[in-house]
């Protein structure tokens, strides 16, 4: 349950402040500018809600990495389709999209760990 809240905590902050901003550039007539600050909130929701995923300690890290893969391939995925971001109009569009989908977890998967990665041996090395 901890686990849950620490995550509903870390996406509804993006959330909301997302929000209010589309809320307000709708208010402004900008439509368009608010139905992106939108979607952009609700994939921030989503992977501040997953991102706990991680802090599963009976969890393997390859069965952390396969069940957030999982998580943003029902949440993200779709959420990325219904936003309008890509044309989408045939299933040469919806292999494409799914490519980049695919592409862009990689390159923040990788970075992101390695970042992650760097900053524990910092720390380390500084309480020694």
């Not at 550039?25 to 501040?48: H, K």
């Not at 802090?55 to 391939?73: C, D, N, R, T």
Request: charged fraction near 10%; proline fraction near 4%; avoid cysteine.
């Amino acid at each position: 349950m901890k686990l849950l809240s620490k995550g509903l905590f870390r996406g509804l902050i993006p959330l909301v402040l997302l929000f209010i901003i589309s809320l307000w550039n709708w208010m402004q007539g900008q439509v368009e500018e608010s139905s992106v600050f939108f979607f952009y909130g609700v994939i921030a929701f989503f992977l501040g809600l997953s991102s706990v995923i991680y802090e599963i300690p009976q969890w393997p890290f390859s069965k952390q990495i396969l069940a957030h893969y999982g998580v943003m391939l029902v949440t993200v995925f779709p959420t990325i389709l219904f936003s309008g971001f890509y044309p989408l109009n045939s299933v040469t569009d919806l292999a494409r999209i799914f490519l980049e989908f695919n592409t862009a977890g990689i390159i923040l998967f990788v970075s992101t760990y390695f970042a992650f990665k760097l900053i524990r041996k910092f720390n380390h090395v500084k309480t020694e």
